[in-house]
């Protein structure tokens, strides 16, 4: 019996299905030989453009599709739209040249999980797809302070409403930093707290808020007037 326990204990995890659609083969192409080869990382297929991309979503279910923006027949934003209502549980990363608030802002809308430049690395693309898989959210630290400057502009009419649900001091610096585009591990790092804790306080702010993700606690608070932002 004791022999079972420790051959389960050890049986290696599965690794995460990822799904590459962009309409530029070389691109294309080029990230999934490199995510190929990451640990723990499985591409189980590509396409070029949103409909193809929605279509395969579709039958091979996968953990994590990463998405570009501009594309033909179905943008990357349609399409994360689709492939959300026909694969609920599949976790969407926005891999785009686009700095532009609006598509940051209708990304988040559209329930993508991650939001990526081009010009980011190998390395900061496979932990981004293991941070998604693993339920957190994570944007390019440039694009974190665009997200909190387009909900401040949106917020500036609604100066005198009184948000009526408060979060502690401890769950007000730990949005802070979630709001900074930082995981769950760096904030413990930042804090001097374990992750364990950190997870059960993005769960209580996202209760406490009735919301779904930590992108739109971001949104929420900001335009409550809940960060300090200047």
Do not use: W
């Amino acid at each position: 019996m004791a022999e079972q326990k420790e051959a389960q204990v050890e049986a290696p995890a599965e690794p995460i299905r990822v799904l590459v659609v962009d309409d530029q083969e070389l691109f294309r192409r080029g990230l999934t030989m490199l995510l190929a080869i990451e640990s723990g990382i499985e591409v189980i297929g590509e396409a070029g453009d949103g409909v193809e991309g929605t279509s395969l979503a579709a039958t091979t279910a996968p953990d994590v599709v990463l998405l570009d923006i501009r594309m033909p027949k179905r943008s990357g934003i349609e399409a994360c739209l689709a492939i959300k209502e026909a694969v609920p549980s599949a976790k969407i990363i926005m891999l785009t040249v686009s700095d532009e608030e609006a598509d940051l802002y209708e990304a988040v809308k559209s329930g993508a999980s991650g939001y990526l430049l081009k010009d980011s690395s190998i390395e900061e693309v496979a932990q981004a797809v293991r941070v998604v898989a693993d339920g957190q959210s994570l944007i390019s630290p440039s694009m974190a302070v665009k997200l909190i400057d387009e909900f401040k502009q949106m917020s500036r009419p609604e100066r005198d409403h009184v948000p009526g649900l408060r979060l502690t001091e401890r769950e007000l610096e730990v949005l802070r930093l979630v709001a900074k585009g930082m995981s769950n591990r760096e904030i413990a790092d930042a804090l001097y707290i374990s992750e364990n804790t950190v997870k059960n306080h993005v769960r209580n702010i996202l209760e406490k808020l009735q919301l779904h993700s930590r992108m739109e606690a971001v949104m929420y608070a900001v335009k409550e007037k809940l960060l300090d932002l200047p």
